[in-house]
């Protein structure tokens, strides 16, 4: 079992930033994708960055190339998502999630953070 806790998120005009944060417990992480997800009202949830634990590549949708950052932090067992330049768009809950290596989809999900950003 993993568990996670996530952290920041809240509310943000255009154009500002938040950082997101994901504490994970109850196994090491190197065989495991962490990502973050975002679901907004009305649509499907989709993945929005995601970091191979063990050799810290990553993967970003389309869309928040050049403006998110996700990062690891080995020794606080902890997943991090830095939104810059923030869009209306990027609103939605945002999810922490854990994916074993060789599986499609995670296993394991935080809570949900809502991210609200105003025009």
């Known amino acids: 079992q993993v568990q996670l806790v996530e952290s920041g998120g809240g509310l943000v005009q255009t154009g500002g930033s938040l950082r997101l944060s994901c504490t994970a417990s109850?196994?090491?992480?190197?065989?495991?994708?962490m990502g973050w997800f975002r679901r907004a009202p009305g649509k499907e949830r989709e993945l929005v960055a995601e970091?191979?634990?063990?050799?810290?590549?990553?993967y970003y949708r389309n869309s928040v190339k050049g403006r998110f950052t996700i990062s690891r932090d080995n020794a606080k067992n902890t997943v991090n998502l830095q939104m810059n330049s923030l869009l209306p768009e990027d609103t939605a809950v945002y999810y922490c999630?854990?994916?074993?290596?060789?599986?499609?989809?995670?296993?394991?999900w935080g809570q949900g953070t809502q991210v609200t950003v105003s025009s």
């Open positions: 999630a854990a994916r074993i290596f060789n599986m499609a989809t995670p296993g394991y």
């Open positions: 109850g196994r090491a992480l190197n065989s495991y994708f």
């Open positions: 970091i191979r634990w063990s050799t810290g590549s990553t």
